[in-house]
């Protein structure tokens, strides 16, 4: 089935630049995501690419996508400590009617001032 | 703006005890989900639902029982409680027929609720 991997933590200074990494397995065309938790809150979606693309970008984020190597990463420039959050990597197959989002066991980013 | 509602924000039951958990979602979403999250676990999807009346089992059904009467609503209940099921419970929702995002399957999701099982 399909798996989506993440590590499980990564620690910026304020202002620098951080890449958050995450692998998944499923090779159809599909839809991949970041979402963003910050304490005591749902998560909330922050982008989106699709497999097609190779990247995206808006505002202080960056989305790429090597699709060969199956590997995503979102990298946040000039971090903030409000991002400090948990941030999950998602994918869904493109596909009609329902389908199953699989969600990676999310990256705890903490911005230390 | 409501988005998805949930209630209650925060529960403790004893053990063997029954509760309700209430999801009502106000964007005219199809489908509507229940996951919950444990420390290094991520989320694990509970049970789900793809249109008024229907549910259907997602990883990890076992002492859960859901419900959807009504399109906005999405009801999960612990019949007989156990520490095991203290969580954070999340329900989210998604598609909406003929809105751009419909075909992303983008997910909108709940604050949550904390429950403790003693």
């Known amino acids: 089935g399909e798996d989506v991997e993440q590590s499980l933590f990564l620690s910026v200074r304020e202002g620098d630049s951080s890449v958050i990494n995450c692998t998944y397995t499923d090779s159809s065309s599909t839809y991949l995501y970041w979402y963003k938790q910050e304490p005591g809150a749902g998560l909330q979606l922050l982008t989106y690419i699709f497999s097609n693309m190779d990247m995206k970008q808006d505002q202080r984020l960056t989305v790429l996508l090597n699709k060969k190597d199956k590997h995503l990463s979102l990298r946040i420039a000039d971090t903030q400590t409000g991002d400090s959050a948990i941030y999950f990597c998602a994918e869904t197959p493109l596909s009609g009617g329902y389908q199953k989002v699989t969600f990676g066991i999310g990256t705890k980013l903490q911005v230390i001032p | 703006n409501a988005g998805v509602t949930q209630t209650p924000k925060f529960r403790v039951l004893k053990t063997g005890q029954s509760m309700t958990l209430l999801c009502a979602q106000d964007m005219n979403h199809e489908y509507m989900y229940w996951y919950r999250q444990d420390p290094g676990m991520g989320l694990r999807l509970i049970h789900y639902s793809v249109g008024e009346g229907t549910t259907a089992k997602g990883e990890v059904p076992d002492g859960y029982n859901v419900s959807r009467l009504k399109k906005q609503n999405f009801l999960l209940g612990l019949e007989s409680a156990a520490p095991s099921q203290t969580s954070v419970y999340f329900c989210?929702?998604?598609?909406?027929?003929?809105?751009?995002?419909?075909?992303?399957?983008?997910?909108?999701f709940g604050a949550g609720t904390r429950l403790s099982v003693l």
């Open positions: 989210a929702s998604s598609y909406s027929r003929g809105r751009p995002d419909s075909a992303k399957n983008i997910q909108y």
